[in-house]
């Protein structure tokens, strides 16, 4: 179940492995004492906790987040790495993205969870860049807005929220400032309202 990720190539730790744990539970220490950070951030927590990459439709049901899929070992060392970091340097910050929200993120770990300080908000920066890219102005769905926004309200107060991220600009796709300006013509007629409707977009986004 680990060795390379199935879908981008890279290799995957085994988090069962006593030496890979003290590996990367020490480099969490070593980058705050040798550089001063003052956090991090968990990207892509699924490729990590599934089996199969996160690579799998969700539907929400709690099965799915406790099934055979689920690799218990990468859970307990997020916890652990949580834990010990909240306990040696109680000012850090810990973030975790993980497009499945998987329950629990943000509670501590006293409580069953994972210990997080916050999570990101994923599907803000794709209903953007959906609603650019392939939605006339005008069919703009105010309601999916809002519950994009507001998703996961219980919370609230522990989401981070990126109007576009690294995802929207890798893989052939465009920043959303390349997709409301790149095509402007500055010696067209329209030139002016066309600038108009993109630096107004672009705030509504941003």
């Known amino acids: 179940k680990r060795g390379q990720h199935k879908f981008w190539g890279t290799r995957m730790f085994k988090y069962g492995d006593l030496d ?3 590996f990367l539970l020490s480099n969490l220490s070593w980058w705050i004492e040798e550089y001063q950070i003052d956090g991090y951030q968990f990207h892509s927590l699924s490729s990590m906790i599934y089996t199969h990459n996160g690579f799998a439709s969700f539907t929400g049901d709690l ?12 859970l307990l060392y997020l916890i652990m790495a949580n834990e010990i970091l909240h306990v040696l340097y109680p000012n850090i910050v810990t973030i975790a993205e993980d497009a499945t929200y998987y329950p629990g993120l943000c509670e501590p770990t006293s409580q069953g969870g994972l210990g997080f300080d916050y999570y990101v908000n994923l599907s803000a920066p794709e209903m953007w860049s959906t609603f650019l890219e392939t939605v006339p102005d005008h069919e703009w769905s105010m309601t999916k807005i809002v519950n994009t926004l507001i998703s996961k309200k219980e919370n609230a107060d522990k989401m981070l929220l990126y109007a576009e991220n690294h995802n929207q600009s890798i893989s052939g ?3 959303f400032a390349e997709v409301l300006f790149g095509e402007i013509d500055e010696h067209s007629e329209n030139y002016k309202e066309s600038l108009l409707r993109g630096s107004s977009l672009h705030k509504v986004c941003c």
Not at 63 to 68: D, H
């Open 20 to 22: 890979v744990l003290h």
């Open 173 to 175: 796709r465009r920043s």
């Open 63 to 74: 099965e799915e987040y406790s099934n055979q899929y689920v690799d218990r070992e990468a």
